[in-house]
């Protein structure tokens, strides 16, 4: 079953592609990037981060989405969720890179304040850089929730509607100073 959903998940990505105005970056190296993003204008409550940097509404960042169609066919034969989680972070970290190329180069650049990105998977993303911030509207919080839902069903067997309900979508930013500290020499690595 989880075939074939696949299977039309993978015939209806390009088309929401399409209409996200979502942009794919390259990636050096065998595995291309596991991110798409956009340049955007952030709506939410405003946020300091850890570095002094402000997010305040409108501010401009580029918002980073998993390519989810990529991954899930990537994670289908890794049994073990700590391997899935060591896979996962490791894609995203050898991806950042390329994500702060992409923004020292647009011509937008003196604009954007960082990244944002929203996810129901945020252990670990400490160690990434990122800085995990609550989603305060009851309503939005709901509606990445739900949106997140065949995600979560498609790439773990063992999911539980018990550890659905715990589970919650989060904010996670990274300010582009945070971000070329981080990773702008480690493209060549």
Request: net charge positive; charged share 25%.
């Amino acid at each position: 079953m989880r075939g074939y959903v696949l299977s039309i998940w993978n015939w209806f990505d390009p088309i929401y592609y399409f209409f996200s105005r979502l942009t794919l970056l390259p990636c050096e190296g065998a595995k291309s990037n596991i991110f798409r993003i956009r340049i955007t204008k952030y709506k939410g409550r405003n946020v300091v981060l850890s570095d002094g940097t402000r997010i305040n509404k409108n501010d401009t960042l580029v918002k980073i989405h998993l390519h989810n169609a990529k991954l899930l066919i990537e994670l289908k034969d890794i049994k073990s969720d700590l391997k899935k989680a060591k896979f996962m972070y490791q894609y995203v970290q050898k991806s950042l890179p390329e994500v702060e190329n992409y923004i020292r180069e647009c011509r937008q650049a003196y604009m954007v304040k960082g990244i944002v990105g929203i996810t129901m998977l945020n252990k670990g993303c400490e160690r990434l850089g990122f800085e995990v911030v609550d989603i305060y509207s009851p309503i939005y919080k709901w509606f990445k929730w739900f949106a997140f839902l065949p995600i979560e069903l498609l790439s773990n067997k063992q999911t539980t509607w018990e550890s659905l309900k715990n589970q919650k979508p989060n904010y996670l930013f990274m300010s582009t100073n945070k971000l070329s500290e981080m990773y702008r020499n480690s493209m060549s690595e």
